[in-house]
Each structure stands twice: as C-alpha cells, then as structure tokens.
C-alpha cells in the first residue's frame, strides 16, 4: 500500500475582530459566494506564510498571530489526488482593506452571515472554525454522491 499521494494544499483564514468577521464575495464561477480569504500554498512556502501572503494579497491587510484550528478535506472520485483546506484564524491583523480580483472583501457581524450567499459547503466549514470541539470537514464520495462530516 503506497503511503504517498498527491495532494493540492491550500489555505483559509477567519480574521475576526470581536464579533466581526471579514468576508470575501468570491468572483470565481467554480466556487462563488462569500468564504473567508485564502489560497494555494506554493510549493517550498510554510503553511503559515502562504495563509499571510493570501489574506494580505486578497485582503490588503497584513496579519499575524495565526492559529491553525482545522481542515477540510476531500479525494477526487477517481483517487488522482486529494484536497487539503489548513483553515487559520486571528484577530491580529494591520492596513487598509481593500478588495482584489479574486472579490469584495467586507466586514460583516457573525450572526449576519446566514443572510448571505454562501460558497457551497461553506455553513459547514464555518462551524469548523467557531467550534473548538471540532477540527475536520471532511469529504468523501461513494455511492455516486458525495458526503460531508464534521469532526
């Protein structure tokens, strides 16, 4: 049995401010809707400074004091590869916010978020960032479907 995969590793990160979330409308027709800033991690880069170039390329703002607190994870139905989602938080962050190509980036109140469309299985990932209890969204395909757990 192989013990190695290829795998695609990306970043997320929930910057909160009190009870103040920012969020990123996502322009992309793959994946639309609001989601927090984040990204692809390049390949050589540490996983905490691919999360700070992310958020300050899609955000403007420069945080720090990042703390991992999940992942989301999925393999593609044929088995190429699997998906990796490390999903931060912190509420240290500095500059002017200011939007970017990938969307608008807007602060809005937690309990707001129900009131906006949100990027498919993002109520789920969201969970996974407020709840301590819980550190995986993860997704698996069988059956012809595909199923989504938190744990």
């Given at each position: 049995?192989?013990?190695?995969?290829?795998?695609?590793?990306?970043?997320?990160?929930?910057?909160?401010?009190?009870?103040?979330?920012?969020?990123?409308?996502?322009?992309?027709?793959?994946?639309?809707?609001?989601?927090?800033?984040?990204?692809?991690?390049?390949?050589?880069?540490?996983?905490?400074?691919?999360?700070?170039?992310?958020?300050?390329?899609?955000?403007?703002?420069?945080?720090?004091?990042?703390?991992?607190?999940?992942?989301?994870?999925?393999?593609?139905?044929?088995?190429?590869?699997?998906?990796?989602?490390l999903f931060y938080k912190t509420d240290t962050y500095s500059g002017e916010l200011k939007s970017s190509d990938e969307g608008r980036v807007f602060w809005i109140e937690k309990e707001d978020l129900k009131n906006y469309v949100l990027a498919e299985g993002f109520e789920g990932m969201f969970e996974v960032f407020e709840n301590d209890k819980l550190s995986e969204n993860y997704h698996w395909f069988t059956n012809g479907e595909w199923n989504v757990e938190n744990k």
């Open positions: 049995m192989a013990r190695e995969e290829k795998c695609i590793l990306t970043n997320m990160c929930m910057v909160y401010d009190g009870n103040r979330i920012l969020v990123q409308d996502r322009m992309n027709p793959d994946w639309p809707g609001i989601t927090f800033p984040g990204g692809h991690v390049e390949p050589g880069e540490s996983f905490v400074d691919s999360v700070i170039r992310e958020v300050e390329e899609e955000t403007g703002l420069k945080i720090s004091n990042v703390q991992l607190c999940g992942i989301k994870q999925w393999t593609h139905r044929e088995g190429k590869y699997r998906y990796i989602v």
